[in-house]
């Protein structure tokens, strides 16, 4: 019976331990609608009917696509890290890690992000259709949009308003998967896909430039707003309420050590007494008495060894009433 014990509970720590864990949960959502695609079922949410969204976890490989009007923020668990996904937009959750970061793809669409910094060989990567960008810790957009300028032209773009972020072209050029050298941006900059003719041939390029006033507006009107959901953290006790416990602290023990040394004192006397009962009254204890005694001698010397513990967390104690 325990050995099946053993394997009930040693299987059910492992499921719990194996669990799937949410990537991502939606902190604030605005417009009309947007559907998420979980393990290839796709389940619709009507913000403008009343769907609560707010809560909703997204996982590893799921799709979220947007429509006209609707905005959403995500949380990257257990970080602090957000990804705002504007309208008409379609976002694949690829890869996290417990720090944060990991990959993500746009199909198409307006995103921005704001990652805090990383450590050790951990990155924030997005990827378009044909450009991705790095971060270790920034504040960056990126567009897969329609050209305005050349209808029925996709044009990729990403920006940097705080920190720096890294990015590659991956289109695959002339062929031979040559692709540009990694473009470095800084806050106010924007690095655009482009091509240069090498030897007769369209090689992918990366062009960094201003940011344009267009996206500075479209991400001040649509600026973050989600409320971030913190991590339980310990109280950081000021030095004074640390004072204060510690003195609390310091009397405890040493009152512990005196009434606990004053119980184990009485209880040895009373051990010590019932242990010669029957030799001074044999006349009125006429049973034996030294299993009692026991009892008593060593209940108060559990009571003794209580005590020199509390007096030893007095003494090796900081603060204390008396004298500090």
Same mark, same amino acid.
């Given at each position: @019976?325990?050995?099946? +014990?053993?394997?009930? @509970?040693?299987?059910?720590?492992?499921?719990?331990?194996?669990?799937?864990?949410?990537?991502?949960?939606?902190?604030?959502?605005?417009?009309?609608?947007?559907?998420?695609?979980?393990?290839?079922?796709?389940?619709?949410?009507?913000?403008?009917?009343?769907?609560?969204?707010?809560?909703?976890?997204?996982?590893?490989?799921?799709?979220?696509?947007?429509?006209?009007?609707?905005?959403?923020? +995500?949380?990257?668990?257990?970080?602090?890290?957000?990804?705002?996904?504007?309208?008409?937009?379609?976002?694949?959750?690829?890869?996290?890690?417990?720090?944060?970061?990991?990959?993500?793809? =746009?199909?198409?669409?307006?995103?921005?992000?704001? *990652?805090?910094?990383?450590?050790?060989?951990?990155?924030?990567?997005?990827?378009?259709?044909? @450009?991705?960008?790095?971060?270790?810790?920034?504040?960056?957009?990126?567009?897969?949009?329609?050209?305005?300028?050349?209808?029925?032209?996709?044009?990729?773009?990403?920006?940097?308003?705080?920190?720096?972020?890294?990015?590659?072209?991956?289109?695959?050029?002339?062929?031979?998967?040559? *692709?540009?050298?990694?473009? +470095?941006?800084?806050?106010?900059? @924007?690095?655009? &896909?482009?091509?240069?003719?090498?030897?007769? #041939?369209?090689?992918?390029?990366?062009?960094?430039?201003?940011? !344009?006033?267009?996206?500075?507006?479209?991400?001040?009107?649509?600026? /973050?707003?989600?409320? #971030?959901?913190?991590?339980?953290?310990?109280?950081? !006790?000021?030095?004074?309420? =640390?004072? *204060?416990?510690?003195?609390?602290?310091?009397?405890?023990?040493?009152?512990?050590? #005196?009434?606990?040394?004053?119980?184990?004192?009485?209880? &040895?006397?009373?051990?010590? #007494?019932?242990? $010669?009962?029957?030799? +001074? /009254?044999?006349? *009125?204890?006429?049973?034996?008495?030294?299993?009692?005694?026991?009892? $008593?001698?060593?209940?108060?010397?559990?009571?003794?060894?209580?005590?020199?513990?509390?007096?030893?967390?007095?003494?090796?104690?900081?603060?204390?009433?008396?004298?500090?």
């Amino acid at each position: @019976m325990c050995t099946v +014990l053993f394997f009930f @509970m040693t299987f059910s720590l492992f499921a719990q331990s194996t669990q799937v864990k949410a990537s991502a949960v939606i902190i604030f959502a605005d417009g009309d609608s947007f559907d998420v695609i979980h393990e290839g079922e796709s389940t619709s949410y009507d913000i403008a009917g009343g769907d609560a969204v707010e809560g909703v976890e997204l996982y590893t490989g799921d799709i979220l696509n947007t429509y006209g009007g609707t905005f959403l923020e +995500l949380q990257l668990t257990p970080s602090e890290n957000i990804v705002k996904i504007s309208e008409n937009t379609s976002f694949t959750v690829e890869s996290t890690d417990a720090s944060g970061g990991g990959s993500f793809s =746009i199909n198409y669409g307006r995103v921005r992000a704001k *990652v805090t910094k990383l450590f050790g060989l951990e990155k924030f990567r997005i990827t378009g259709p044909s @450009m991705v960008a790095g971060v270790r810790g920034t504040d960056f957009g990126f567009d897969s949009i329609i050209s305005k300028d050349s209808p029925g032209n996709l044009v990729s773009r990403v920006y940097c308003f705080k920190g720096t972020v890294s990015v590659e072209n991956t289109a695959e050029g002339n062929g031979k998967g040559e *692709v540009s050298e990694p473009a +470095l941006i800084h806050q106010g900059e @924007m690095a655009v &896909e482009t091509s240069v003719q090498q030897k007769g #041939v369209q090689t992918p390029s990366l062009k960094v430039l201003p940011i !344009l006033p267009e996206i500075k507006n479209f991400w001040k009107i649509n600026d /973050f707003q989600g409320s #971030v959901i913190k991590e339980e953290t310990t109280e950081v !006790l000021p030095k004074e309420k =640390i004072s *204060v416990v510690s003195s609390i602290r310091k009397d405890n023990f040493g009152h512990a050590a #005196v009434w606990t040394g004053t119980a184990g004192l009485l209880l &040895e006397a009373a051990g010590a #007494v019932l242990y $010669f009962s029957s030799d +001074l /009254f044999p006349q *009125v204890i006429t049973f034996d008495t030294g299993s009692f005694a026991n009892a $008593f001698f060593i209940s108060g010397g559990i009571m003794f060894g209580g005590s020199l513990l509390s007096l030893i967390g007095y003494l090796t104690s900081p603060g204390g009433s008396s004298g500090n």
